[in-house]
């Protein structure tokens, strides 16, 4: 029973597409995020989701749209895609902010 | 803004080795985790330690958050310990959560 599951795992699109990723977790959890690794390894938290309250917007391009139907899903769209944001993006959850996470597989977006 | 350091970048051990991580802050926080993301990608969270000691089985780690480090200890090395280690902080003055550069560890059998 995956307890953060994200997909899809593996996304390869061309530039200017539209694109989402979907997140769920079935382990209660009450916050949600977001975070990008780059090919550095350099992680970045970019969205977080309190009982589907957005309370952390770190500076992203407004392409990216994370939406929260309810407090076990996660999702993020992005818009007109670049070269730039081919990354893995990982979904978290945890309860309570930044306590004891649990992290989905990642999904490895390549903008062609 | 706040500063975080780990050290060494990285490590070669033998299996069975013990090994010290660092992570150095720059100014007050009021969180700090570990983690661990193995070769295949995988990220686990290790330890939520904004100060004190705690243990898990062959690691452990200590904040010390007077003087703003953490220190993270694996015993007897194996393999599967390899990957590369995270700490991240809450800056405790403008809440931003930050990721130290890691530490990318291998262990040899």
């Known amino acids: 029973d995956t307890a953060v599951s994200q997909t899809p795992k593996y996304l390869v699109t061309q530039m200017g597409n539209d694109k989402s990723i979907k997140c769920e977790q079935n382990l209660g959890h009450d916050t949600m995020y977001w975070y990008k690794q780059d090919s550095k390894k350099f992680l970045k938290i970019m969205f977080s989701y309190n009982n589907k309250e957005l309370i952390i917007n770190e500076t992203v391009p407004n392409r990216f749209s994370p939406k929260s139907p309810d407090k076990a899903h996660l999702n993020l769209h992005i818009n007109s895609l670049e070269l730039g944001d081919s990354a893995v993006y990982f979904c978290a959850s945890s309860q309570g902010l930044f306590r004891g996470y649990t992290f989905g597989s990642g999904t490895r977006l390549t903008v062609v | 803004g706040i500063q975080v350091e780990q050290s060494p970048p990285d490590l070669i051990l033998q299996e069975g080795a013990n090994s010290t991580l660092r992570c150095n802050f720059s100014?007050?926080?009021?969180?700090l985790q570990w983690f661990h993301q193995n070769p295949w990608g995988q990220l686990i969270n290790l330890f939520y330690i904004p100060s004190g000691t705690k243990q898990n089985g062959r690691l452990s780690a200590t904040t010390v958050a007077t003087e703003r480090y953490s220190l993270l200890y694996i015993s007897s090395s194996q393999t599967t310990d390899s990957g590369v280690y995270f700490c991240a902080v809450v800056d405790s003055g403008t809440y931003k959560y930050i990721f130290g550069t890691g530490t990318r560890l291998k262990v040899l059998a």
């Open positions: 100014d007050s926080v009021n969180n």
